[in-house]
C-alpha cells in the first residue's frame, strides 16, 4: 500500500475516534445507546455503565443493520438507527468497533464513531463504572 493511501486510511480512521471526556458524556447523558461490539459471553464479565447500552456482535452487525425497524427493535430493545443518526461503538481494544465502523459505512451509517480505547481502556480510568458479573470462586 502506498504511503498516500496508508495515511488517508489513517486519517479516517482517526477521524471516527472519541476522545475519552466526550465518550465519558455520551455515556452518563444516555442521549445515544452504547453499541458493544464484543461477543455476548464478553460482555457477561464486564462492560460500560451506561444508561442506554446494548450488546450487537460484530458478526452480528451486518444483519442487523440490515433488519426492519421492528425486527431491530424486537430484537434489540432500542429504535434501530437512521443513516444519519449518531451511532456509538465501543469493543475491548478498538479492533473490532473500527470493523464495525467499515460495516456501517458500507450500509451508509455516515456518522458512526468509537472509543478507540475499548472497554480495556475504559476499566483503567473508571473501573467504578463499570457493570461486572461475579465469578464463583
Not at 472519541?18 to 464484543?38: A, K, Q, W, Y
Not at 457477561?44 to 421492528?70: G, H, S, T, Y
Amino acid at each position: 500500500m502506498n504511503s498516500a493511501i496508508a495515511s488517508s486510511l489513517e486519517a479516517r480512521a482517526e477521524s471516527c475516534n472519541i476522545p475519552l471526556d466526550e465518550f465519558s458524556d455520551i455515556v452518563n447523558s444516555g442521549d445515544l445507546p452504547i453499541i458493544d461490539v464484543r461477543e455476548h459471553d464478553e460482555v457477561k464479565v464486564v462492560r460500560v455503565d451506561a444508561k442506554k447500552f446494548v450488546n450487537i456482535p460484530v458478526k452480528q452487525f451486518e444483519v442487523a443493520l440490515r433488519m426492519d425497524e421492528e425486527a431491530f427493535m424486537s430484537r434489540y430493545h432500542i429504535p434501530k438507527p437512521k443513516f444519519t443518526d449518531q451511532m456509538v461503538l465501543i469493543c475491548r481494544s478498538g479492533r473490532r468497533s473500527k470493523i464495525a465502523i467499515e460495516i456501517a459505512r458500507a450500509h451508509n451509517y455516515s456518522n458512526v464513531r468509537h472509543y478507540d480505547e475499548g472497554t480495556n481502556g475504559w476499566v483503567k480510568v473508571y473501573p467504578h463504572r463499570t457493570v461486572s458479573v461475579p465469578t464463583a470462586e
